[in-house]
């Protein structure tokens, strides 16, 4: 298990002004390594790819497309103010300043007293921002990153399933089918290390007569567990 992995690793502690290091041996240490590493992968890393960097583009895909969102919010109405002659009046300082003014000056107003004052000869319209479209776009990025985790979108988002007659009995399903693969792909193969070390403060020594099983998922329908219990109870 330990080919081509160091033997020694050094441990330094993140303390503010901790400078000891300390020399760990291989077999001292419980290594939990999600995926195969490839040769090139081990010999840079020794670890092998994370298993979030799959998926860590697309939740920061999702939380700027959120903040995004927020920002739009407090641009969804802008006021527009057409005045005639402005490029000459913004030729001069002094006429810059008038304009700013008067820009002041009725947005005070309009916030204050919710009235709009313009002259006779300007013009003043409300362009509302479009947000048709950015619920889709945001749900389908929470899709992808639902299925980058290998989690129902329903379990990340905390909401009910959609669809006519949807459940999302056969999403849960397929989810606790892949915490059963990660517990005998991912967990199992660093599990004998870390046994041992327990049974030995434990018991004093790691009888090789021990043995486990993994829990499994309860993989049963509602309607299964009810017609269970109907039967049970018979």
Do not use: C
Not at 14 to 38: C, E, Q
Not at 56 to 73: D, K, N, V
Not at 178 to 188: A, D, P, V
């Amino acid at each position: 298990r330990h080919y081509m992995m160091p033997e020694r690793w050094t441990y330094q502690p993140r303390k503010a002004g901790a400078a000891t290091r300390h020399t760990i041996h291989h077999s001292r240490l419980v290594f939990f390594r999600p995926d195969d590493p490839s040769p090139d992968t081990v010999l840079e890393w020794w670890w092998g790819e994370s298993v979030l960097l799959r998926m860590h583009r697309l939740i920061e895909q999702a939380g700027t497309t959120r903040s995004a969102s927020a920002h739009m919010l407090q641009d969804a109405n802008n006021d527009v103010l057409k005045v005639g002659n402005l490029r000459n009046l913004l030729a001069t300082e002094d006429g810059t300043n008038r304009a700013q003014q008067f820009a002041t000056a009725f947005r005070n107003i309009k916030s204050i007293y919710s009235v709009g004052l313009i002259d006779a000869e300007d013009e003043y319209t409300r362009n509302a921002m479009s947000f048709a479209g950015v619920k889709d776009v945001m749900l389908a990025l929470h899709e992808f990153v639902a299925g980058a985790a290998d989690i129902p979108l329903t379990r990340l988002l905390g909401r009910s399933p959609g669809g006519m007659n949807a459940t999302g009995e056969h999403d849960m399903r397929n989810y606790l089918q892949s915490l059963s693969g990660i517990q005998t792909r991912y967990l199992e193969p660093a599990m004998p290390d870390l046994d041992a070390a327990i049974m030995r403060s434990a018991l004093g020594n790691a009888p090789k007569t021990l043995w486990y099983e993994w829990r499994l998922p309860d993989l049963s329908t509602e309607k299964e567990r009810i017609e269970n219990a109907q039967g049970r109870a018979k």
